[in-house]
């Protein structure tokens, strides 16, 4: 079969102002270091236009052309930060020029319908355009933040020596303070204790309650699941204080046990709505099928029901062990200095001592989420391929 070729050459006045637009915007982080937002973005645009222009119209070898202008903006970035910028200098460099011959050539349409018109393929990368700046935006604090908690001194900012990746300006002392500073194992010690068992009550109730809700005969069961959900949808602040009169009232304020049951009221509605999805496709008549076999309504759950619905048993209990290992809000009102958990310490380090030893600790919970989260998606992937929604 014959090579691909290009679709076809687009007119500069397509590519270039579209080019531009990227440089405008990657301008305002560059102006933003450099003091000057307004400048970044006009000369992001116009030094992108026209290196777009000038690239594609006037060095025919393409492979020649996108290497030398990442040289350029690595060279470029070295002048304007030193040894950092030529890193975020040369992406830059071999981002802008990918970019241009992509719709020089017109590649741009090698992978989208033929029949869609200028629009709903402007549409078709708009929409991904968007999406992949919502997600830098939402990840770029957690990024910044984890090079932080490395730093050599105790300071929330980078040092001189950081961003000259002087290895001088590193340090592993934040992570050594943790685990051996009293306050942070004490409240790492109260949320491991109650994390686990408030999962535990969550995963129980919360699929005790998903399973009775799937059934059709249930009277109100719109009613009762919207309930069943509203710790999820309130504001945490009104849980909190709606929380905090009650347990005053029953002497359940300031213990152990009020704490965990708060914990557990939160991740209930998590695991509803993932055992509620499972039980979407479950089949029916496999435990009809085993109690007509003589099972009992224990045996055919533990025996049938159970293992089909796992995986969204288990992400359900993922979910409501993060939300009680992260929570902070409702610990505030419902517990007491006793029960200081991590998240609670966090924000006390915060509100009464910068310390960057936080930055450690958020490192490490961003660090167990992901792990936690990457659980989760194999499960689902695994929960879609037995019940066949998905090839194995």
Not at 377 to 392: H, K, T, V
Request: hydrophobic content about 55%; aromatic content about 14%.
């Amino acid at each position: 079969m014959a090579a691909l070729t290009p679709i076809s050459r687009t007119e500069p006045s397509f590519y270039v102002p579209t080019v531009a637009a990227f440089g405008a915007f990657f301008g305002i982080f560059v102006g933003a270091g450099q003091g000057s937002m307004p400048l970044g973005i006009i000369g992001g645009a116009v030094l992108m236009g026209l290196a777009a222009f000038v690239l594609t119209k006037f060095i025919p070898n393409e492979r020649a052309a996108r290497w030398g202008l990442t040289l350029v903006m690595a060279v470029g970035g070295f002048a304007f930060a030193g040894l950092p910028g030529v890193f975020v200098g040369a992406f830059f460099g071999w981002f802008f020029g990918f970019l241009s011959f992509w719709l020089y050539e017109g590649r741009y349409r090698a992978k989208v319908p033929p029949y869609l018109t200028p629009g709903q393929v402007f549409w078709h990368f708009a929409f991904r355009t968007i999406c992949g700046a919502i997600f830098v935006f939402l990840i770029t604090p957690i990024l910044v933040v984890m090079p932080l908690s490395f730093n050599a001194e105790d300071f929330f900012t980078f040092t001189p020596e950081m961003l000259r990746f002087d290895p001088e300006g590193y340090s592993l002392k934040h992570y050594r303070d943790f685990f051996t500073n009293d306050d942070w194992q004490n409240a790492l010690k109260n949320s491991v204790q109650i994390a686990p068992v408030a999962t535990l009550l969550s995963v129980t109730f919360g699929t005790l309650a998903a399973i009775g809700l799937s059934q059709p005969h249930v009277p109100f069961r719109r009613a009762i699941m919207a309930i069943l959900i509203s710790p999820m949808i309130v504001p945490l602040i009104i849980s909190a204080a709606g929380m905090y009169f009650f347990y005053s009232r029953i002497g359940l304020q300031g213990t152990y046990i009020g704490v965990v049951l708060a914990h557990a009221a939160l991740g209930i509605p998590f695991v509803i709505i993932t055992v509620t999805a499972t039980l979407v496709g479950f089949d029916n008549s496999l435990t009809r099928a085993a109690a007509n076999m003589g099972a009992n309504p224990v045996t055919t759950f533990f025996r049938v029901q159970m293992p089909l619905i796992l995986p969204g048993v288990i992400s359900g209990g993922l979910f409501a062990f993060i939300t009680s290992f992260d929570e902070v809000v409702v610990v505030l009102f419902v517990g007491s200095a006793g029960q200081k958990t991590l998240p609670w310490q966090m924000f006390t380090g915060l509100r009464e001592q910068i310390s960057p030893t936080i930055l450690a600790v958020a490192t490490i919970l961003v660090a167990i989420s992901i792990c936690l989260l990457t659980v989760v998606e194999l499960l689902r992937r695994r929960s879609e391929r037995l019940r066949g929604m998905s090839p194995g």
